[in-house]
């Protein structure tokens, strides 16, 4: 059941009557996650996707849901975290939105990773991560709302381009 803060309506897929478009919104809590694995996966059925595209998709979205979640509100209500998917030709434009803090995780400085795999620590690396899976990035906070875009290359009929 939704919360009272939180429209049904606003938890529910939404296909914007394009083939190639897809928006929906999940509750800033970290059991939607499978949630968002199920919508990145319809969207990918809808949008032709191979699997190698869509758990690169997955990997940069669970980051980013993940991050906002554990650290983007400062209260305990739920928030609305709203996702827009499309494909443009060959570009994948992921949006995504969020009323928390602001935070333009563009901004963090660069990780530093260790040569010896053994000495990387956990945690620190999913922006990094999310860079390397995407051709661009860009951060906006607009009326109060964080506003996240990445925007990544696919050949036509192939896999994504390699990292």
Do not use: W
């Not at 190639?20 to 969207?43: A, I, M, P």
């Not at 650290?71 to 499309?86: N, P, W």
């Amino acid at each position: 059941m939704a919360s009272p803060d939180i429209s049904d309506e606003n938890l529910s897929a939404k296909d914007d009557n394009s083939p190639h478009t897809y928006s929906f919104g999940l509750k800033n809590d970290l059991s939607e996650l499978e949630v968002l694995r199920q919508q990145v996966k319809k969207f990918g059925k809808i949008a032709g996707l191979s699997e190698n595209c869509l758990f690169e998709i997955n990997l940069c979205l669970d980051e980013l849901f993940t991050n906002i979640v554990s650290y983007g509100f400062d209260d305990d209500r739920h928030h609305l975290i709203q996702f827009t998917l499309q494909l443009d030709k060959d570009v994948l434009i992921l949006d995504v939105e969020d009323g928390g803090i602001p935070f333009n995780p563009l901004s963090k400085k660069e990780p530093r990773i260790p040569i010896d795999p053994k000495n990387i620590k956990i945690g620190g690396l999913g922006i990094h991560i999310v860079k390397k899976l995407t051709n661009a990035i860009c951060y906006q906070r607009n009326q109060g709302k964080n506003h996240l875009t990445l925007r990544k290359s696919i050949e036509s009929g192939k896999s994504p381009l390699a990292i």
